[in-house]
């Protein structure tokens, strides 16, 4: 199998064994350089250079799942938020359908 020649972010990431979240954060922070091949796209040599570690050291925080951060972003902005799926199934008031008050012909199904 021949050697890959160049890497994308996605490619990078992948072979850094890190979410592409964390190596766009590490690129944010400089901890990872400026393409040097082409425009979005790394060399071979700056990638094996990458040190895995540091990237996934350079997250300031766990990662958070997108209901975490919508509620995050909510609470910032003092904006009611509409409750999440799993939120409904819990909630008293979701409904007395098979999906939580989702009935035929309400919409996609999931």
Do not use: C
């Amino acid at each position: 199998m021949a050697r890959r020649a160049d890497y994308n972010e996605h490619q990078a990431a992948k072979r850094l064994r890190v979410p592409l979240a964390v190596f766009r954060w590490a690129r944010h922070v400089s901890l990872v350089p400026a393409p040097d091949a082409s425009p979005g796209t790394w060399s071979r040599a700056a990638v094996e250079e990458m040190d895995a570690h540091a990237v996934r050291a350079a997250m300031p925080h766990a990662a958070v799942t997108a209901v975490t951060a919508a509620n995050r972003i909510a609470q910032a902005l003092g904006t009611p938020r509409e409750l999440a799926a799993a939120d409904a199934r819990d909630a008293p008031d979701a409904g007395t359908g098979p999906r939580g008050g989702a009935e035929a012909g309400d919409g996609p199904g999931l």
